[in-house]
């Protein structure tokens, strides 16, 4: 079966320092990859979705950034956070034929 | 902007009793899911219907889809305090991308 992890749980960063987040699925191959940040009581915002290794689509302008170095890993990433950083961010995947998507147990990043 | 958007925003019943939550949306689509999103935790697919699809059922929950008003509903019936968990709606147009609504947050009194 398969599964997606995603590391840290949780996250304390100063403003201004660097970030990686990482997400990865086991149990599927070729898997569409999405980061997604929620915030407090909100719905969810896609960041960035992945169709394939190297090919990343960002869907807002933002201080982050993502990538995909191998078939089943994402990263997302920051090179100086910023307070409005702060959030909910999940990783999920999808099979290339299927919509529904599955998710990961997120990371609660802070940024102070 | 959102596509989806969920009404009620939050919704308190009593164990037994039938949840109903609905979702509007703007544009066409491909498909509506559901998720659910227990407090801290990543979000669970429920169901997914398609735009070509007008009922669909999975156990104790029912989706409806109403193309021609732009809305979806979610009914769960005979709740239990385990339902309680935020729920949201998902539109897609593609394949692989989805937009989401703002949840509604159920809750189930034992």
């Known amino acids: 079966s398969q599964t997606i992890h995603q590391w840290p749980a949780t996250l304390v960063q100063p403003v201004g320092s660097p970030l990686s987040l990482e997400c990865t699925v086991e149990g599927t191959s070729n898997p569409n990859l999405y980061w997604y940040r929620q915030a407090a009581g909100r719905g969810l915002q896609l960041l960035f979705y992945s169709v394939g290794i190297g090919q990343i689509s960002s869907e807002v302008p933002q201080n982050l950034s993502a990538s995909r170095p191998q078939d089943r890993q994402f990263i997302l990433s920051s090179k100086k956070l910023l307070l409005s950083d702060s959030g909910f961010y999940l990783c999920?995947?999808?099979?290339?034929?299927?919509?529904?998507?599955?998710f990961g147990p997120g990371t609660r990043l802070t940024v102070t | 902007s959102q596509q989806g958007e969920e009404d009620p925003q939050a919704l308190s019943i009593q164990e037994g009793e039938n949840a109903t939550m609905n979702c509007s949306y703007k544009t066409s689509i491909n498909n509506l899911q559901w998720y659910r999103q227990n407090s801290g935790r990543g979000l669970v697919h429920l169901i997914l219907i398609r735009s070509n699809e007008r009922e669909k059922h999975s156990g104790r929950l029912r989706v409806t889809l109403d193309t021609s008003k732009k809305s979806s509903s979610l009914l769960i019936t005979a709740s239990r305090a385990a339902d309680t968990a935020s729920y949201f709606c998902?539109?897609?147009?593609?394949?692989?991308?989805?937009?989401f609504g703002s949840g509604t947050r159920l809750l189930v009194r034992p």
């Open positions: 998902a539109t897609g147009r593609s394949s692989y991308k989805l937009i």
């Open positions: 999920a995947w999808s099979a290339t034929a299927s919509p529904g998507q599955y």
